[in-house]
Antibody
Framework: QVQLVHSGTEVRKPGASVKVSCMAS????????IHWLRQAPGQGLEWMGW????????NYAQKFQGRVTMTTDRSLTTAYMELTGLRSDDTAVYYC?????????????WGQGTLVTVSS | EIVLTQSPGTLSLSPGERATLSCRAS??????LAWYQQKPGQAPRLLIY???NRATGVPDRFSGSGSGTDFTLTISRLEPEDFAVYYC??????????FGQGTHLEIK
């Protein structure tokens, strides 16, 4: 069974950084991009970027460029997303998701999400 | 920038009824359109991809149609577990991936 398991809830002060992890069961990341998305409380979904775990190439949404770094471990079972310069409007649930389709057009498996709260 | 507009914002129906949800793109996304279901406290679940292909394990009461700028998600006969928020998502245009604002399907 495909599972993506996130690290736990985080609380940070404005200006700090946070690093969220997403661990996959088996080798489900092989051959797929890993995406990160977020959802602010009561709001819709926002795509942040993807990482190709095989080439370590990344593609970040323009909004997050310079603040986000996506990585994976060498076993390709855990993905990480680090966001720096946190602001209150970064408070959200952060999800990893596996990209699917020839060009990774949609997201077929999602982690349960990590709540990141930014508050002074 | 492509904008996806979902309608209605809220849809109130009873179990057993048919639900029709709309997603309109501000410019063509061809067939790069997916639908997701999200229940409170849960991650989104992929229902439909490529505008009309059901994802693995999705009941056949869910169907998707459309291409270009106008898309529809239809639930033929609502079950109690279908009441949730539904999002459409496009791929390929700036921004590379974006979502509609969601349709809340509630029990009447």
């Amino acid at each position: 069974q495909v599972q993506l398991v996130h690290s736990g809830t985080e609380v940070r002060k404005p200006g700090a950084s946070v690093k969220v992890s997403c661990m996959a069961s088996g080798n489900i990341f092989t051959g797929h991009y890993i995406h990160w998305l977020r959802q602010a409380p009561g709001q819709g979904l926002e795509w942040m970027g993807w990482i190709n775990p095989n080439t370590v190439v990344t593609n970040y949404a323009q909004k997050f460029q310079g603040r986000v770094t996506m990585t994976t471990d060498r076993s390709l079972t855990t993905a990480y997303m680090e966001l720096t310069g946190l602001r209150s409007d970064d408070t959200a649930v952060y999800y990893c998701a596996r990209g699917a389709g020839y060009s990774s057009e949609h997201f077929d498996y999602w982690g349960q999400g990590t709540l990141v709260t930014v508050s002074s | 920038e492509i904008v996806l507009t979902q309608s209605p914002g809220t849809l109130s129906l009873s179990p057993g009824e048919r639900a029709t949800l709309s997603c309109r793109a501000s410019e063509s996304v061809f067939s790069y359109l997916a639908w997701y279901q999200q229940k409170p406290g849960q991650a989104p679940r992929l229902l439909i991809y490529g505008a009309s292909n059901r994802a693995t394990g999705v009941p056949d009461r869910f169907s998707g149609s459309g291409s270009g700028t106008d898309f529809t998600l239809t639930i033929s006969r609502l079950e109690p577990e279908d009441f949730a928020v539904y999002y459409c998502q496009q791929f390929g245009s700036s921004p590379l991936y974006s979502f509609g604002q969601g349709t809340h399907l509630e029990i009447k």
